[in-house]
Every structure is written in structure tokens, then in C-alpha cells.
């Protein structure tokens, strides 16, 4: 972390537009923010369907040994109770959705905001399977810790009775 003198700071932060203030702001008490337009259309859906690859039969193993075999439209499949209910999720960087993540204007303009313009580079993750050395994006998937009836439902009409579920 680069330590900076407040002077500098407020500076730096008088120069930005109010929407940068604003996402930096967001950043600072959450922890986190929400960039929309990184991704549309057929890169969205690119990237999603990787995702739910990877969720189902890893090509990288994620680091926490999460389990693999999730398949999200089978709810039966899901971890849930004491199970853990994160799934690291580590996609190779194959795919044109990963060209358009990295010259995506809204994720820049964020990027520029949060860190600082010509702060930060981006990098994608290796493009083959197997063992990785640096995990340079990961995607985090969160499953409720109890499924909700409607889903309950789908559960047990398409996974053959009670719903399932690891846990």
C-alpha cells in the first residue's frame, strides 16, 4: 500500500469529477461497488457461461478446495447448511469477453477513479488449465444457506424428489 500525505490527497481528490468522488466514496464505506456497462450482449454472455463451466468442472483448481461438480440451473447440485457456500471460481483467460473486459471505458474510468490514473495494469489469468501460479481474476459465487420454496421446488421436480443439495 503507498502511503500518501493527506495534502496530497485532497489534491488529487479536488480534481476529480463528482462521479469519481462519489464511486471512491462508495469504495471507502463498502468495500466494494457495483461498475455497470463493463460487460453486454454476447460478451456478457460469454463470460457468464464460462463461469457456470467452471463452476461445474474447474479447468484451474480454485485455492480453497471448494467443490466442483455445481451446476447452477440443478439447485440440487448447490451447497447449502454448514457446507461452504462460497465457490472460488477461477476462469482461464480465454475468450473475447475477456478483450472486452480489459478495454471496457466504464471499468478504466472506475479503475482510473478508484486507484489512480496510470496506477494499475491489467492482467488476465493464464489461458491453459492446470495448476496456476497467479490468480489474476476470480470470480466469488455465493449459494443462501437455505434454498428459497421456489427454488425448493425447481430442486425437487428436476433433481428427483427431496431437493438435495450438499450439506
Not at 474447474?58 to 448447490?78: K, N, R
Request: overall charge negative.
Amino acid at each position: 500500500q503507498r502511503m500518501t500525505h493527506p495534502a496530497a490527497t485532497a489534491a488529487a481528490d479536488a480534481a476529480l469529477p463528482d462521479a469519481a468522488l462519489i464511486l471512491r466514496a462508495a469504495f471507502q464505506h463498502d468495500g466494494l461497488v457495483v461498475i455497470d456497462g463493463v460487460l453486454s450482449g454476447a460478451a456478457l454472455d460469454s463470460f457468464r457461461d464460462q463461469v457456470c463451466r467452471e463452476l461445474t468442472e474447474p479447468s484451474i483448481p480454485p485455492e480453497s478446495g471448494t467443490p466442483s461438480g455445481v451446476d447452477l440451473s440443478q439447485p440440487c447440485t448447490w451447497p447449502r447448511g454448514s457446507a461452504r457456500r462460497v465457490i472460488e471460481v477461477v476462469t482461464p483467460g480465454v475468450g473475447q469477453h475477456w478483450e472486452h473486459l480489459r478495454a471496457s471505458p466504464a471499468l478504466g474510468t472506475a479503475l482510473d477513479a478508484l486507484l489512480g490514473q496510470g496506477a494499475w495494469e491489467m492482467h488476465i489469468n493464464q489461458t491453459h488449465g492446470g495448476a496456476c501460479d497467479v490468480r489474476h481474476w476470480y470470480c466469488p459465487v455465493v449459494f443462501p444457506e437455505e434454498l428459497p420454496k421456489a427454488i425448493l421446488a425447481i430442486a425437487s421436480s428436476s433433481c428427483g424428489g427431496g431437493g438435495g443439495g450438499g450439506g
